[in-house]
């Protein structure tokens, strides 16, 4: 059984940081892609940053892109999600999240196989 289990929110003030782990468990981990996606209140959930079973290839949305850093350890069977210089736009539960294919890059919520309970992150200003 697949579990995905994320960390590392909480309330932050507009410029700072967090970085949230998510610590993946029942299957191997490092042939699959993961993903970090988040939702907002009262909006639909979207796609944040990607990066690939490897970890060479990383895919951001334009929104944090220069501001968020994804990052896996295939030792410890994690993935990290730094967020730096954070809006109170960013605010939203963050949700860790993994496709049913290995040795492949998804970007959309359709594509994912597997996902956390999510962490929330609030950005004051």
């Known amino acids: 059984q697949v579990q995905l289990v994320e960390s590392g929110g909480g309330l932050v003030q507009a410029g700072g940081s967090l970085r949230l782990s998510c610590a993946a468990s029942?299957?191997?981990?490092?042939?699959?892609?993961m993903d970090w996606f988040r939702q907002a209140p009262g909006k639909e959930r979207e796609f944040v940053a990607a990066?690939?079973?490897?970890?060479?290839?990383?895919n951001y949305a334009d929104s944090v892109k220069g501001r968020f850093t994804i990052s896996r350890d295939n030792a410890k069977n994690t993935v990290y999600l730094q967020m730096n210089s954070l809006k109170p736009e960013d605010t939203a539960v963050y949700y860790c999240?993994?496709?049913?294919?290995?040795?492949?890059?998804?970007?959309?919520?359709?594509?994912?196989?597997?996902w956390g309970k999510g962490t929330l992150v609030t950005v004051s200003s």
């Open positions: 990066i690939s079973w490897g970890g060479s290839s990383t």
């Open positions: 029942g299957r191997t981990f490092r042939i699959y892609g």
């Open positions: 999240a993994s496709p049913l294919v290995p040795y492949s890059t998804v970007l959309t919520t359709e594509g994912m196989g597997h």
